[in-house]
């Protein structure tokens, strides 16, 4: 089941209104993942019942059911910690390497068409 069905059923929603606000919701959620530490791939494969609990439960917070004010914080502060703890080994790729791989492409890119311009040259 994709995650935003996932979200629906948790929601007792069987129409299809509040689609676009419940995807911006879980697109949020995910990013709160991704801020606090979590591994990209992790969160965006979707695998893990726990993230697509966590996931639920913001969106459930942020639609204004269920879950209230400081008990919804503890409940993902805590989810997050655990979380952390389970993938603490699992490698990860930050915004930081991504650009500083790029930066190294765009040099060698640069490099190339140096060489190609010098042996067209000739």
């Not at 209104?17 to 791939?41: C, H, M, R, V, Y």
């Not at 726990?50 to 996931?55: C, F, L, S, V, Y």
């Not at 490698?91 to 500083?100: A, N, W």
Request: hydrophobic share 35%; proline share 2%; aromatic share 10%.
């Amino acid at each position: 089941m994709d995650l935003l069905n996932f979200v629906k059923l948790s929601l007792r929603l069987q129409h299809n209104s509040f689609d676009e606000e419940i995807k911006t919701l879980i697109q949020s959620a995910k990013n709160i993942l991704i801020n606090s530490g979590l591994p990209f791939k992790i969160i965006e494969e979707e695998n893990d019942e726990q993230i697509k609990n966590i996931i639920s439960i913001y969106v459930k917070e942020n639609l204004g059911r269920e879950l209230i004010g400081e008990k919804f914080y503890t409940i993902l502060n805590y989810n997050i910690q655990q979380l952390m703890y389970k993938y603490a080994n699992y490698p990860q790729t930050t915004i930081y390497q991504l650009e500083k791989e790029l930066t190294e492409l765009k040099k060698k890119l640069k490099d190339i068409k140096k060489l190609e311009k010098i042996k067209n040259e000739r």
